[in-house]
């Protein structure tokens, strides 16, 4: 049995999660969201609680058990918590702003950078440097963050692009002066 898979998913007050034939509905006070499932598996809702189980000891159920729990956990916790992303902006000239539905970054190149932010997303600036990215979606939360950071990742001679908040890009010596 799937460690992760067995473990029963505590259905918060303010959500309300309702089950189809190869889907899950989950609403909650930030939004709405939909977690497709195999009908290999079997998701119920009682006593507060969602459960997934499996079927049998196929190598296809034991490997989706434990998916299909996370992605339901993840969904719950998107809508009633959220999820965040932030990166930072580092190089002279550098600098990003929310324009309407669009994020415009100055990357150093000969051109800014318009990035529709997607539905679902909701993106702020700090001191024009720093991006943060906050959505119910953890996936959709993580690519738009992976998106943008593609855009111009950090060079590791003098530190210029976008990066992770967290990330320690690494760093290398330049050339050394002739002796």
Do not use: W
């Not at 598996?41 to 049998?56: F, L």
């Not at 950090?154 to 002796?179: F, H, L, N, S, W």
């Amino acid at each position: 049995m799937s460690r992760i898979g067995k473990l029963p998913i505590l259905i918060p007050e303010k959500v309300k999660v309702t089950v189809g034939d190869s889907e899950v509905h989950v609403e909650g006070p930030n939004g709405k969201l939909t977690v497709p499932f195999r009908n290999l598996m079997g998701v119920t809702v009682k006593d507060n609680h969602v459960c997934v189980s499996r079927p049998d000891d196929s190598i296809a159920a034991r490997s989706l058990h434990g998916l299909t729990r996370t992605l339901i956990a993840n969904a719950i916790k998107g809508v009633t918590a959220g999820f965040e992303e932030v990166l930072e902006i580092n190089g002279v000239g550098y600098r990003a702003e929310v324009s309407g539905k669009n994020l415009v970054l100055n990357l150093g190149f000969s051109h800014q950078i318009d990035f529709p932010i997607p539905e679902g997303i909701h993106c702020s600036v700090d001191k024009q440097t720093k991006i943060i990215i906050k959505g119910a979606d953890k996936a959709l939360v993580g690519q738009t963050a992976a998106t943008i950071r593609s855009f111009k990742k950090t060079e590791p001679y003098k530190g210029k692009g976008v990066k992770y908040a967290d990330e320690q890009p690494r760093r290398k010596v330049g050339k050394q002066g002739a002796a």
